[in-house]
């Protein structure tokens, strides 16, 4: 199993239309679970603030093949060609989201030294929806002065809704998530527990091995993850 973020800056006809595709996964060989969004920059607002010309795919396939095989025929991923996609190896994950494989480590300790990226995923409950933005606010907030961090969206289309982070190394975002007795992040986890915010959601860890694309001219992962890893990691793990 491997995961794939896609983010790609449209029109906003295509990225509406894009949008309302949310069961096209069904038809799709290989391809486990996908969830379409609108991106939305990180911010200590607790109003959520959405691009909606930027539209960002997260997926789940059975593999390499598989996602090569929908890249190339299949009409629906031109939407994402002019952007920027990143390949993902799991290493952890804690809670439960369509497609994962249920055998992935769920230890906090996750072996890996490199580059790691983080996807937050969850289904809101309505009534909680006020105090998960007011809680979100703070992390992100947060997040946004954490030494480390590479790149950064939060996403949503009611009622999924996440966020996608990059790190410098598994160390950083340790020291983010956990380093600090004053951290949101915590604080946020805690509050989920006493009266959960979403009907089900995961946090997943990764090993990023594929960066592809640019946003803005700029390839968020490229020049921080090939100045700190050998170059035969960048094969693609099968």
């Known amino acids: 199993m491997i995961a794939s973020v896609h983010v790609s800056d449209v029109s906003l006809s295509v990225a509406l239309s894009a949008a309302r595709r949310t069961s096209f996964h069904r038809s799709v060989d290989g391809l486990r679970h996908a969830n379409l969004a609108f991106a939305a920059p990180l911010s200590p607002s607790v109003l959520p ?24 025929t299949d009409r629906f991923a031109n939407v994402f060609q002019n952007g920027w996609q990143v390949r993902l190896q799991p290493l952890r994950a804690s809670g439960s989201w369509p497609g994962l494989d249920p055998t992935i480590p769920s230890s906090r300790e996750a072996p890996y030294e490199g580059p790691t990226a983080v996807l937050t995923l969850g289904r809101l409950r309505a009534r909680r929806a006020v105090n998960f933005f007011q809680t979100s606010a703070r992390a992100e907030a947060q997040i946004l002065e954490s030494p480390g961090l590479i790149w950064a969206t939060g996403m949503g289309l009611p009622p999924f809704v996440g966020t996608f982070s990059l790190w410098r190394d598994s160390a950083s975002l340790m020291s983010y998530a956990y380093g600090t007795t004053n951290s949101h992040h915590g604080a946020a986890i ?27 001219g700029k390839n968020p992962l490229a020049a921080t993850w090939l100045d700190s890893v050998e170059l035969d990691a960048l094969a693609p793990c099968r």
């Open 49 to 72: 603030r959405p691009s909606l010309r930027r539209i960002v795919m997260v997926a789940i396939w059975d593999g390499d093949a598989a996602l090569d095989r929908f890249l190339e």
């Open 190 to 216: 805690a509050c989920d527990r006493r009266d959960t915010f979403h009907h089900t959601s995961a946090f997943v860890r990764f090993r990023p091995y594929a960066s592809v694309g640019e946003l803005h």
